[in-house]
């Protein structure tokens, strides 16, 4: 049974860090490309940061770049992020993204919330 579980959500003030991880079980993690995605209150849910199956790419978007880093352990079969300078318009929910490039097979974890307020 695949499953993508996400931690490391909560409440943090502006200009603060939190490090979410994913723990993946399930299929072959060290094959897969991992992402985060994001998704605020009615908006959709949008791409934030992606890393090859080596680890050997990072791609990140605009909104994250500069703040966030992407990391994984195939080893541990975890994906991490740690998002640093946090803004209140990143306060949404956090999801981890598994693809196996050229193919259909993609997963999603339940997402974990993240709020940046004071």
């Known amino acids: 049974q695949v499953q993508l579980v996400e931690s490391g959500g909560g409440v943090v003030q502006p200009g603060g860090s939190l490090r979410l991880s994913c723990t993946a079980s399930?299929?072959?993690?060290?094959?897969?490309?991992m992402s985060w995605y994001r998704q605020a209150p009615g908006k959709e849910r949008e791409y934030g940061t992606r890393i090859s199956s080596t680890g050997s790419r990072t791609t990140y978007a605009d909104s994250v770049r500069g703040r966030f880093i992407v990391s994984r352990d195939n080893a541990k079969n975890t994906v991490n992020l740690q998002m640093n300078d946090l803004k209140p318009e990143d306060t949404a929910v956090y999801y981890c993204?598994?693809?196996?490039?050229?193919?259909?097979?993609?997963?999603w974890g339940q997402g974990t919330q993240v709020t940046v307020s004071s």
């Open positions: 399930g299929f072959t993690f060290s094959t897969y490309t």
């Open positions: 993204n598994a693809w196996f490039i050229g193919s259909k097979d993609e997963y």
